[in-house]
Antibody, heavy 120, light 110 residues
Framework: QVQLVESGGGLVKPGGSLRLSCAAS????????MSWIRQAPGKGLEWVSY????????YYADSVKGRFTISRDNAKNSLYLQMNSLRAEDTAVYYC?????????????WGQGTLVTVSS | EIVLTQSPGTLSLSPGERATLSCRASQSVSSSYLAWYQQKPGQAPRLLIY???SRATGIPDRFSGSGSGTDFTLTISRLEPEDFAVYYCQQYGSSPPGVTFGQGTRLEIK
């Protein structure tokens, strides 16, 4: 069965960095786009970034552009999010999600999320 | 950037009643790129509807989606106790490229 397991969250000071990972299993990882989506405490969902199956196409939300970098290692079935220059407003649960991008666009599987807290 | 506005913010209904949730886009959205999700407290979102009207695998047929252009609707025909949750619409756009979510509708037990 499809599984997505995020890791790497934690407490970090403003201006600091953190790298999130998402381990995928149960499907051919290299066939799918992948996304990072976050949810601040008590708030709605906010898309952060997505990456194409090969890694050649990448897009970011304006709120993280220039600070966050998405990447993937298809040999390791893993997705990453390097987060630099973190701000208090980046505090959120970060989900990785599998994306269907052929003819439609939607996220059919999500991880359980990893909490990132940015605070001094 | 396309903005999705969901209404109402909160919907109070009883089990067995019909729920109608709205998602309005600031400009036309391709139906192929409109999806709906359900989220319960402490859980990740679950895909309900994709392509505006196609049910995801395992989703009961009391859930249906409709609409086109700028107006989309999620309907739950007869509410079950497990349906009380927060619902989000989501669209994918190509200009600029990216994904946006509506702010959510909370469906609560009356």
């Amino acid at each position: 069965q499809v599984q997505l397991v995020e890791s790497g969250g934690g407490l970090v000071k403003p201006g600091g960095s953190l790298r999130l990972s998402c381990a995928a299993s149960g499907f051919t990882f290299s066939d799918y786009y992948m996304s990072w989506i976050r949810q601040a405490p008590g708030k709605g969902l906010e898309w952060v970034s997505y990456i194409s199956s090969s890694g050649s196409t990448i897009y970011y939300a304006d709120s993280v552009k220039g600070r966050f970098t998405i990447s993937r290692d298809n040999a390791k079935n893993s997705l990453y999010l390097q987060m630099n220059s973190l701000r208090a407003e980046d505090t959120a649960v970060y989900y990785c999600a599998r994306a269907h991008s052929s003819g439609y666009y939607y996220h059919d599987y999500w991880g359980q999320g990893t909490l990132v807290t940015v605070s001094s | 950037e396309i903005v999705l506005t969901q209404s109402p913010g909160t919907l109070s209904l009883s089990p067995g009643e019909r729920a109608t949730l709205s998602c309005r886009a600031s400009q036309s959205v391709s139906s192929s790129y409109l999806a709906w999700y359900q989220q319960k407290p402490g859980q990740a979102p679950r895909l309900l509807i994709y392509g505006a009207s196609s049910r995801a695998t395992g989703i009961p047929d009391r859930f249906s989606g409709s609409g086109s252009g700028t107006d989309f609707t999620l309907t739950i025909s007869r509410l079950e106790p497990e349906d009380f949750a927060v619902y989000y619409c989501q669209q994918y756009g190509s200009s600029p490229p990216g994904v946006t979510f509506g702010q959510g509708t909370r469906l609560e037990i009356k």
